[in-house]
């Protein structure tokens, strides 16, 4: 008989992100997005999310869906300095 250990489901950490996460880009990045979520701009906005430094992971997750969910008006506003 296979024993195999028995796989617990991993916790889902649910997080919001807020515009205290975008602190970690500098201000004319944030500003670069904002205008590009103003201007609905969703290619300029994926090439400002390559952008991100790797280790922010959840940033760079948040971000790609918000704007694959057409969700620029949430992005305009979170960006808003």
Do not use: G, Y
Not at 36 to 52: G, M, P, S, V
Request: aromatic share 4%; glycine share 0%; charged share 15%.
């Amino acid at each position: 008989m296979l024993n195999l250990p028995l796989l617990k489901p991993t916790p889902t950490v649910s997080k919001t992100l807020t515009s205290e996460h975008l602190q970690i880009m500098p201000p004319a990045w944030i500003n670069q997005v904002h205008e590009a979520a103003l201007d609905l701009n969703d290619h300029r906005i994926f090439q400002l999310i390559a952008e991100i430094p790797p280790e922010h992971q959840f940033l760079i997750e948040t971000l790609t869906s918000l704007v694959d969910n057409f969700q620029l008006e949430a992005i305009d506003i979170l960006t808003r300095i």
